[in-house]
Nanobody, 131 residues
C-alpha cells in the first residue's frame, strides 16, 4: 500500500519560510496526485496545493497562490511544499495525501479539494507561525 511521511514542519516567525517534504512509497501506477492539506484547530481540513503525475502539473488554493510552491521529484518519490511569506493564518497541521484513483484523462483539480477523494494520508507535520 501507499505510505506517506511528512517532514519539515516547525516554528517560524511571520514572513519566514519553510519547506515541507512528503516521502512516498508503494505506488503501483504512474498516474496519481499528491496534495497538501492543512487543518487548524476548529477549522475544516483545507487543501492548499496539488501536483499530478506523470505530467507534473501544479495547482493552488487562492489562499496560498503566489506564496507556496509545490514540486515533485519522481526519482526520489518525494514532493515538496515551499512556503514563503508565512503568516499566523498558515499555522496548522499539514498533511500529505495521495489520490490514486485517477488517470491521464481526469479533469484538472478544482478548489476546494475534497478530502474524501484521497485514499492515503500521512500523519501530518506541525507548522507554527509566530507573529
Amino acid at each position: 500500500e501507499v505510505q506517506l511521511l511528512e517532514s519539515g514542519g516547525g516554528v517560524v516567525q511571520a514572513g519566514g519560510s519553510l519547506r515541507l517534504s512528503c516521502a512516498a512509497s508503494g505506488f503501483t501506477s504512474d498516474d496519481y496526485a499528491l496534495s497538501w492539506f492543512r487543518q487548524a484547530p476548529g477549522k475544516e481540513r483545507e487543501g492548499v496545493s496539488c501536483i499530478s503525475f506523470p505530467n507534473g502539473l501544479t495547482y493552488y488554493a487562492d489562499s496560498v497562490k503566489g506564496r507556496f510552491t509545490i514540486s515533485g521529484d519522481r526519482d526520489k518519490n518525494t514532493v515538496y511544499l515551499e512556503m514563503n511569506s508565512l503568516t499566523p493564518e498558515d499555522t496548522a497541521v499539514y498533511y500529505c495525501a495521495a489520490d490514486t484513483n485517477r488517470n491521464s484523462f481526469a479533469p484538472a483539480p478544482t478548489f476546494p479539494l475534497l478530502p474524501y477523494e484521497y485514499d492515503y494520508w500521512g500523519q501530518g507535520t506541525q507548522v507554527t507561525v509566530s507573529s
